[in-house]
């Protein structure tokens, strides 16, 4: 993995205290500035994974290391990690979402101004100032993934990880958030994202995992999203843009819709 | 019969509308701009000189000039008297039998105590004046703001941390009740209930919260709680507000002399 490796796992397990098991000798690694995807069907450990991945769980099982050390301060990995969770409802737990806002950059020291020019940043992207004021649980569930994502980038994370992140966003703001994401990816975040919908990871990813409890497959996005074998076998179904170019026989396949429209035009 | 959905939901309305309630504190009001040392500072004095008061006259007087300085403040009357009813309300409910005890008079064909009747109004009234006070800080200062201040008036950080998780978790735990309020009532055809679909409504109600409560950690973790709250430390800064705050104070402090001494 050379100096550039953020987080090398191997063997890692985990079994919940009442005896489900979670994940099983699961592999991953990360380089500087990458976009990784973990994909798998409902319950194949993929949140799991992505919190031992962050640091948030010990797994039952394995090693991993961070930076290339396996004993490194928690506090050291927090000023450096942003984490999505799957329900936005956890993570906004402050009395207003400026309070929310501000919880994580004043947890890591952040300064005053630093945060108040990120959070300028964050508003044209998320469109915040409407909701400052608010008590979270006033706010639709597209509005608390908004906030629940600006509160994980606010500390202006080396590495972000994402639990199902664009589950409750409409179109247009999906749109939005993923040029942003990969905007902050070429100034250098690294990326970990996890979920079960395949159309958005060729758009934040190039390279995935395909996790069912144990890793089935690993390699280039491409690789991963047009083995409709492999997929299936692993209760996942291909996207529905492969099928039909698949049916066409188009070589390569197309992963997005747009990719597929052109390619249609070209011919 | 119980019925712990009505009570329940009720409850969350109250502290819901309590939470929501710091959304004030971010309006450009007379006591948003006092410091929030010198707000916290005051609000406890004037909390003990009521409560220690022996006189209808200095809780009265409190609780008139919280509303005022309320008012003052942009502070919706309706929402601030929503928010501090409950409480004294409460409380009067619990000494108005101390009103009946060794009746010594009548009045339109009740007898009653005037020494009790006398200590339950001025029970309430402290109660009220308290209230008030305590109401109006938190309406115009932000929790966050309260917490930093607290931890630079040198309060031990373990005390600080355990407030604002309390705080926090109150908070998230009446969403998870609130849920599954909503989804009982969705999925009930029959107005019928009992003692035993109470408890166990409200052990699912700890079990789920039991579950919440980890996943709120584990959020607070991801976010940089290491055990000890931190907030954005604002500098203390003297200002207009402030030391017209203190005026208004001593004067309170003067007037509860007169009257108790």
């Known amino acids: ?267 | 019969m119980i019925d712990i959905e009505k009570t329940a939901e009720e409850i969350t309305k109250v502290i819901r509308n309590f939470m929501a309630a710091e959304e004030f504190s971010y309006i450009n009001g007379y006591m948003q701009g006092v410091a929030a040392e010198i707000k916290i500072m005051g609000s406890t004095l004037l909390i003990f000189l009521a409560i220690t008061s022996r006189h209808f006259i200095f809780p009265l007087l409190l609780l008139i000039l919280s509303i005022f300085l309320a008012l003052s403040s942009r502070i919706s009357p309706r929402a601030y008297l929503a928010r501090f009813y409950i409480i004294p309300l409460f409380s009067l409910v619990i000494v108005l039998p101390f009103a009946f005890i060794n009746a010594d008079i009548t009045l339109h064909g009740i007898s009653i105590s005037r020494s009790g009747s006398i200590y339950v109004i001025l029970f309430t009234l402290r109660v009220m004046a308290a209230v008030a006070c305590i109401s109006l800080l938190l309406f115009t200062t932000r929790f966050s703001s309260i917490l930093a201040s607290l931890r630079r008036m040198r309060v031990p950080s373990t005390l600080v941390s355990v407030m604002a998780i309390v705080y926090r978790y109150l908070f998230t735990f009446l969403t998870q009740l609130n849920d599954m309020l909503i989804g009982r009532r969705s999925r009930t055809v029959a107005g019928k209930r009992s003692i035993r679909g109470a408890t166990r409504f409200a052990g699912n109600f700890m079990s789920r919260i039991l579950f919440k409560s980890d996943a709120v950690y584990i959020a607070m973790r991801a976010r940089g709680f290491d055990g000890s709250m931190k907030t954005f430390s604002k500098k203390f800064e003297w200002n207009i507000p402030s030391i017209a705050y203190m005026g208004v104070v001593a004067i309170m402090v003067f007037l509860w002399v007169m009257t108790e001494l």
């Open chain 1, 1 to 267: 993995m050379g100096n550039d490796g953020i987080i090398e796992a191997e063997g890692i397990g985990y079994i919940y205290p009442d005896g489900t098991l979670a994940v099983e000798d699961a592999h991953f690694y990360l380089c500087r500035g990458e976009r990784v995807a973990i994909v798998g069907p409902n319950g194949s450990g993929k949140s799991t994974f992505l919190k031992i991945l962050s640091a948030l769980m010990e797994p039952s099982k394995g090693k991993i290391k961070f930076y290339g050390r396996e004993n490194v301060k928690e506090k050291e990995l927090r000023k450096r990690f942003g984490v999505i969770l799957q329900n936005p409802d956890d993570m906004l737990f402050n009395a207003t979402v400026m309070e929310d806002l501000e919880f994580g950059p004043s947890q890591i020291g952040m300064e005053r101004e630093k945060f108040e020019e990120m959070l300028k940043e964050l508003d044209e992207v998320f469109s915040l100032s409407p909701l400052l004021k608010k008590p979270p649980f006033k706010l639709s569930e597209g509005e608390k993934q908004r906030v629940a994502m600006a509160c994980a980038l606010a500390i202006k994370p080396e590495i972000l990880f994402l639990d199902e992140p664009f589950s409750a966003l409409d179109v247009g703001m999906k749109r939005k958030v993923v040029e942003y994401l990969n905007k902050l990816n070429k100034e250098g975040m690294a990326m970990v994202t996890v979920s079960h919908d395949l159309s958005i990871i060729p758009f934040i990813s190039d390279r995935a995992y395909l996790l069912n409890k144990k890793m089935v497959g690993e390699g280039s996005v491409y690789e991963i999203l047009t083995n409709e074998k492999l997929l299936r076998e692993n209760g996942m179904d291909a996207l529905p843009v492969v099928k039909i170019a698949s049916a066409l026989k188009m070589k390569p396949l197309p992963l997005t819709l747009e990719e597929f429209i052109e390619r249609l035009e070209t011919k």
